[in-house]
């Protein structure tokens, strides 16, 4: 809390609830835990910036409007309130406090997901690629790909840690929800390696992200099999088809499914890693000429890439 200047704390158990002082400009660089308002909810946006410009005609109500809420997850700190007057702000069109009020609220992740998305109809998706972005940005990441530096990439990550996406994950799962930042750390290696290669975005889905971020987490050698797959160079020899092409078609075939887009990218993630080791068995191997490419178990994946990176036992990892 020590970027703050503490002027009452309440609550003694494990999520305190701070009252604070705090600078406009540190405050405007926390990043926006709640995703672009305006572009997700326009209609909400407008009708809350004209609620905050009658409030601004009465100089009585000056400390309301210099009043925030902030929510620090895993050690770092999110705009929880405030976006709509940030805008207000930053457009001159209403006049800009030296210091805010804040109060801070220490949540675990998945009560602030529950929070947010009970008091505003703003996108969870959004919010968490803004986490992404901002986590990047800490990590002194720059990625030049479009498929990477948008920060789409948390559905990869749970699939790639957990075998799901977060909206399949059981409740204990939830419980324990995964640390955005520390996974995009243990995968920065691999996530710094897709990027070389630009990956196409229509191929690389969030399937084939995790099976990429969990194959190049055991074996970095088979970026060869995703080179190929991005450059569209698959082959065909006596009417059966090598792992590329093989997850070619899939991809192809799969654009066509109506199956949730959940078990849709787990599917893609399972072949995806079938097709790797197809891939890895060899040319002159019976296994590397498919007629049908099928699914493969990948939890056994999951558990050796998190031995590789000595991460067995983190509980939000």
């Known amino acids: 809390m020590e970027i703050f200047e503490i002027t009452n704390k309440i609550q003694e158990d494990n999520e305190p609830v701070y009252f604070a002082k705090e600078n406009f400009n540190d405050w405007l660089a926390l990043p926006d835990g709640l995703g672009d308002v305006k572009e997700n909810a326009i209609k909400y946006a407008l009708k809350t910036e004209k609620k905050w410009l009658s409030l601004a005609?009465?100089?009585?109500?000056?400390?309301?409007?210099?009043?925030?809420?902030?929510?620090?997850?895993?050690?770092?700190?999110?705009?929880m309130t405030g976006l709509i007057r940030k805008g207000l702000w930053e457009r001159e069109l209403l006049p800009k406090p030296a210091t805010l009020s804040v109060c801070i609220y220490s949540l675990d992740q998945s009560a602030y997901d529950e929070l947010i998305s009970t008091l505003y109809p703003i996108s969870l998706k959004n919010r968490s690629q803004d986490n992404v972005l901002a986590c990047y940005k800490r990590l002194g990441l720059t990625f030049s790909s479009n498929r990477l530096k948008h920060g789409y990439i948390a559905e990869a990550i749970n699939i790639a840690l957990r075998g799901e996406p977060r909206a399949l994950q059981d409740k204990r799962s939830l419980r324990n929800e995964i640390n955005i930042d520390s996974a995009i750390e243990v995968f920065k290696d691999e996530l710094i390696l897709i990027d070389t290669i630009n990956p196409d975005v229509k191929l690389f889905s969030t399937?084939?992200?995790?099976?990429?971020?969990?194959?190049?987490?055991?074996?970095?050698?088979?970026?060869?099999?995703?080179?190929?797959?991005?450059?569209?160079?698959?082959?065909?020899?006596n009417e059966r088809n090598d792992p590329v092409e093989s997850l070619l078609r899939i991809i192809e075939s799969m654009k066509k499914k109506s199956a949730s887009e959940g078990k849709f990218q787990v599917e893609l993630c399972a072949?995806?890693?079938?097709?790797?080791?197809?891939w890895n068995a060899g040319e002159d191997n019976d296994k590397y000429w498919l007629k049908r490419l099928t699914s493969a178990d990948f939890l056994p994946d999951i558990r050796k890439m998190k031995s590789i990176k000595d991460i067995h036992g983190i509980k939000d990892l």
């Open 207 to 237: 399937g084939i992200v995790a099976a990429a971020l969990l194959m190049l987490s055991i074996e970095p050698q088979t970026i060869e099999f995703f080179i190929r797959l991005n450059k569209l160079q698959g082959e065909t020899k």
């Open 271 to 278: 072949k995806t890693m079938r097709a790797i080791q197809a």
């Open 57 to 79: 005609r009465s100089n009585a109500l000056n400390d309301y409007i210099a009043s925030v809420d902030i929510a620090l997850i895993n050690g770092h700190y999110y705009k």
